[in-house]
């Protein structure tokens, strides 16, 4: 089936999180708009698209290397949002909320990584 990728479940919460980073930075000052606004919401992009780009790749070593892409972009995502509370523009909460979901989003992004991991040992 074409665009397979939606189907995972990494894929829908990666996207969950996206559409979180994109409401709570319409909150943040107009003066991170090319700063840290700009940073954390391309990094946020980066996650499922990197997942969607590695799932049509063909070679289980490019998929892989774009999941690792995309754990690294999650990571981004959690420094960030962790800036954004030390400035005052999340509530301790609302991080402690989304550190949740991303550790949730990692550990998904692990566990298909292992599982390609495995396709290539057979």
Do not use: W
Request: hydrophobic fraction near 40%.
């Amino acid at each position: 089936e074409d665009f397979y990728y939606r189907k995972l479940l990494v894929y829908q919460h990666s996207m969950v999180l996206l559409e979180d980073v994109y409401k709570l930075t319409k909150i943040f000052p107009q003066q991170e708009s090319h700063g840290l606004t700009n940073q954390i919401q391309r990094a946020a992009v980066s996650i499922p698209s990197n997942i969607a780009e590695g799932m049509g790749r063909f070679s289980i070593k490019d998929r892989i290397r774009f999941i690792d892409i995309s754990n690294g972009s999650l990571m981004e995502v959690m420094c960030q949002l962790e800036i954004a509370q030390r400035l005052g523009y999340i509530s301790e909460e609302e991080l402690q909320y989304q550190e949740t979901q991303i550790a949730t989003i990692s550990k998904m992004i692990l566990g298909l990584r292992n599982k390609l991991e495995d396709k290539i040992k057979q």
